[in-house]
């Protein structure tokens, strides 16, 4: 457990936890050897001179004392650690976190992250401030205890001992059966968390569709499964608990037969068999809380098992020996990439000279979007390279390649700040005047001056306060802020009131002015305007050339614009 821990939190931490650990073995010494001492403090009370008690209670005294500033500072230590690595594993975590391709944040990772940087992260972190130190003394005080036995009374020693491995061996089977209702209710537990997610960001959409009761009820089936998984697992710890209970009686049963059997026989003091058998009940408290300790270890190994495997997960690979590129234009050469063991990107091949704009059209699931993604990286190539300015893009720092692109996408990430603030991530140094251009240019004024506080109003949590078009705007203000070479576009689908639709084409022509552009296009002007058009299907080129040399030749591109514009029966 603790090479785990050290695995998951770098081995720079080795030493305060070693030492803690050391600490936390001395104190329950000393514990089990200051009870040691009540051996003497009652034989001398039961015997013929009471008085000869007071050396061995000042001693007893003494070691209570010394033993009480050990725990002290073992237990100081032990938070210290804790803090510390509380604090290493937040920054260890959050670093992999931005190293990892933008792409594994797909699938429904919002939840199992959030889960394991809180409470997972707390959970296992506990081992160090609070679990350590009761495991540590549940297992050495009660063995020094036995030893001591052993040296005042081989015979009752050896009975004690025997209860040793019997009292692993419970432990043990116990650990070994409850581990797979552990593992079931931790996954349905993470399960769950993904679900409430899920359910209270879906709301708008839930509502709309009149589907909050169907979606609850997929909610509350996870949460009984969590809650049924929960029975299981306290089931299946009943065992062990009994069991462990059951050794501990038996072995205070047998100490106490034999001890009343060496007393009638004469072998031992009436008064030294009772402070044998107070050392012997002294040993069942940490006993019996082996399997209360032993059930909070199992969860958070678990929870370090999970931190461990997004640790794991290989980071953003780093070229060695970085390639700065010097041009903007960009080039497919026989890309292929695999989702989900489906290949959505087949042996592409296209090049987009620099300051020109390729427009990407195509029915839906053709793979727009993933073409979009690969220039900065989301998800590195299965097969062939991108290549910007002539440089395989994994041979450009990531950090320098992200600088090369301004990303315009439809779900406009904003985080709950000013506007001010949402707009300034384009380039967080940039000053003031820059900021307001960009703004202008982006036709993000005037939604500025509508609002209540301008510049410094808050936006809400991902931009709740503010249209789907608005947010449209910031993102292309923040975009112009960046004034990155290439921009990567995915133009809005929904439909936008006319303003806002005046608005945003008007600040994304602004923006592709003069750069190399890949946009997925939905709208029959914006196509215009590009230089060259690709139809995607099936993650191919069906068809690449002009907008008018396309339509002309009456084929894919020319049907796809047909049934695009066509309006349905229902409107
Ligand atoms: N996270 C994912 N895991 C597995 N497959 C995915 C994932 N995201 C997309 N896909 C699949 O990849 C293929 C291409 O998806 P992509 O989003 O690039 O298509 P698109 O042409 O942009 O579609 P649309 O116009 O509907 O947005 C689709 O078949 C889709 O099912």
Same mark, same amino acid.
């Given at each position: 457990?603790?090479?785990?821990?050290?695995?998951?939190?770098?081995?720079?931490?080795?030493?305060?936890?070693?030492?803690?650990?050391?600490?936390?073995?001395?104190?329950?010494?000393?514990?089990?050897?200051?009870?040691?001492?009540?051996?003497?403090?009652?034989?001398?009370?039961?015997?013929?001179?009471?008085?000869?008690?007071?050396?061995?209670?000042?001693?007893?005294?003494?070691?209570?004392?010394?033993?009480?500033?050990?725990?002290?500072?073992?237990?100081?230590?032990?938070?210290?650690?804790?803090?510390?690595?509380?604090? /290493?594993?937040?920054?260890?975590?959050?670093?992999?976190?931005?190293?990892?391709?933008?792409?594994?944040?797909?699938?429904?990772?919002?939840?199992?992250?959030?889960?394991?940087?809180?409470?997972?992260?707390?959970?296992?972190?506990?081992?160090?401030?609070?679990?350590?130190?009761?495991?540590?003394?549940?297992?050495?005080?009660?063995?020094?205890?036995?030893?001591?036995?052993?040296?005042?009374?081989?015979?009752?020693?050896?009975?004690?001992?025997?209860?040793?491995?019997?009292?692993?061996?419970?432990?043990?089977?116990?650990?070994?059966?409850?581990?797979?209702?552990?593992?079931?209710?931790?996954?349905?537990?993470?399960?769950?968390?993904?679900?409430?997610?899920?359910?209270?960001?879906?709301?708008?959409?839930?509502?709309?569709?009149?589907?909050?009761?169907?979606?609850?009820?997929?909610?509350?089936?996870?949460?009984?499964?969590?809650?049924?998984?929960?029975?299981?697992?306290?089931?299946?710890?009943?065992?062990?608990?009994?069991?462990?209970?059951?050794?501990?009686?038996?072995?205070?049963?047998?100490?106490?037969?034999?001890?009343?059997?060496?007393?009638?026989?004469?072998?031992?003091?009436?008064?030294?068999?009772?402070?044998?058998?107070?050392?012997?009940?002294?040993?069942?408290?940490?006993?019996?809380?082996?399997?209360?300790?032993?059930?909070?270890?199992?969860?958070?190994?678990?929870?370090?098992?999970?931190?461990?495997?997004?640790?794991?997960?290989?980071?953003?690979?780093?070229?060695?020996?970085?390639?700065?590129?010097?041009?903007?234009?960009?080039?497919?050469?026989?890309?292929?990439?695999?989702?989900?063991?489906?290949?959505?990107?087949?042996?592409?091949?296209?090049?987009?000279?620099?300051?020109?704009?390729?427009?990407?059209?195509?029915?839906?699931?053709?793979?727009?979007?993933?073409?979009?993604?690969?220039?900065?990286?989301?998800?590195?190539?299965?097969?062939?390279?991108?290549?910007?300015?002539?440089?395989?893009?994994?041979?450009?720092?990531?950090?320098?390649?992200? /600088?090369?692109?301004?990303?315009?996408?439809?779900?406009?990430?904003?985080?709950? /700040?000013?506007?001010?603030?949402?707009?300034?991530?384009?380039?967080?140094?940039?000053?003031?005047?820059?900021?307001?251009?960009?703004?202008?240019?982006?036709?993000?004024?005037?939604?500025?001056?509508?609002?209540?506080?301008?510049?410094?109003?808050?936006?809400?949590? /991902?931009?709740?306060?503010?249209?789907?078009?608005?947010?449209?705007?910031?993102?292309?203000?923040?975009?112009?802020?960046?004034?990155?070479?290439?921009?990567?576009?995915?133009?809005?689908?929904?439909?936008?009131?006319?303003?806002?639709?005046?608005?945003?084409?008007?600040?994304?022509?602004?923006?592709?002015?003069?750069?190399?552009?890949?946009?997925?296009?939905?709208?029959?002007?914006?196509?215009?305007?590009?230089?060259?058009?690709?139809?995607?299907?099936?993650?191919?080129?069906?068809?690449?050339?002009?907008?008018?040399?396309?339509?002309?030749?009456?084929?894919?591109?020319?049907?796809?614009?047909?049934?695009?514009?066509?309006?349905?029966?229902?409107?």
């Amino acid at each position: 457990m603790i090479r785990m821990l050290l695995r998951v939190l770098g081995h720079e931490y080795g030493g305060p936890v070693r030492r803690t650990v050391a600490l936390m073995t001395v104190t329950a010494l000393v514990e089990g050897l200051s009870y040691a001492l009540l051996v003497p403090v009652l034989r001398a009370l039961f015997g013929s001179t009471p008085g000869d008690a007071w050396p061995w209670l000042y001693a007893f005294g003494g070691a209570v004392a010394g033993y009480a500033l050990l725990r002290y500072v073992s237990d100081r230590s032990g938070f210290l650690a804790g803090s510390t690595l509380l604090r /290493g594993t937040y920054h260890r975590l959050g670093d992999h976190l931005a190293r990892l391709p933008i792409g594994w944040y797909e699938g429904g990772r919002l939840g199992e992250v959030s889960a394991l940087a809180s409470r997972g992260v707390l959970q296992a972190m506990a081992v160090i401030a609070h679990l350590l130190a009761p495991f540590i003394s549940a297992c050495v005080t009660p063995l020094t205890i036995v030893v001591v036995m052993s040296a005042f009374n081989w015979q009752m020693g050896l009975a004690a001992s025997a209860a040793v491995p019997i009292v692993a061996g419970i432990q043990m089977r116990a650990g070994r059966s409850m581990a797979a209702t552990d593992r079931e209710r931790h996954e349905r537990d993470h399960e769950a968390t993904g679900r409430v997610i899920e359910y209270l960001q879906a709301q708008p959409v839930l509502r709309a569709g009149g589907r909050t009761a169907e979606r609850f009820r997929v909610l509350d089936d996870s949460l009984r499964d969590v809650r049924r998984a929960s029975r299981r697992t306290a089931l299946s710890a009943l065992p062990g608990v009994v069991g462990l209970a059951l050794a501990v009686q038996t072995m205070f049963t047998v100490l106490l037969a034999l001890g009343t059997y060496l007393a009638l026989g004469g072998n031992i003091g009436a008064a030294e068999l009772l402070a044998l058998l107070v050392l012997a009940a002294r040993c069942a408290d940490p006993l019996l809380s082996l399997s209360d300790i032993g059930g909070q270890l199992r969860g958070a190994r678990y929870e370090l098992t999970r931190l461990d495997e997004v640790l794991r997960t290989e980071p953003l690979p780093k070229p060695t020996d970085p390639v700065q590129p010097a041009l903007h234009d960009l080039e497919f050469e026989s890309v292929t990439f695999r989702r989900g063991g489906r290949t959505v990107i087949d042996g592409l091949s296209l090049s987009v000279p620099q300051g020109q704009r390729l427009a990407v059209v195509g029915p839906s699931g053709s793979g727009k979007s993933t073409l979009l993604q690969l220039p900065a990286r989301f998800h590195d190539v299965d097969g062939g390279a991108v290549r910007l300015g002539g440089v395989d893009i994994r041979a450009i720092d990531p950090d320098v390649l992200m /600088g090369q692109f301004a990303i315009v996408f439809q779900d406009v990430h904003l985080f709950d /700040g000013t506007i001010e603030e949402n707009v300034r991530l384009g380039r967080p140094d940039a000053d003031e005047a820059d900021v307001r251009a960009a703004a202008t240019a982006a036709r993000l004024d005037e939604v500025i001056e509508r609002l209540p506080g301008g510049w410094s109003a808050h936006v809400g949590e /991902g931009g709740a306060r503010l249209s789907g078009g608005e947010r449209q705007r910031v993102s292309i203000a923040r975009a112009l802020l960046k004034d990155a070479p290439v921009v990567l576009l995915d133009e809005v689908t929904s439909a936008l009131d006319p303003v806002n639709e005046a608005a945003v084409h008007e600040g994304i022509e602004r923006l592709m002015a003069g750069r190399t552009v890949v946009m997925v296009a939905h709208r029959m002007r914006t196509v215009r305007r590009a230089d060259r058009v690709v139809f995607l299907d099936g993650g191919r080129i069906a068809e690449e050339g002009s907008h008018d040399a396309l339509l002309s030749r009456g084929g894919r591109y020319a049907e796809f614009w047909d049934v695009s514009l066509t309006p349905t029966a229902s409107e």
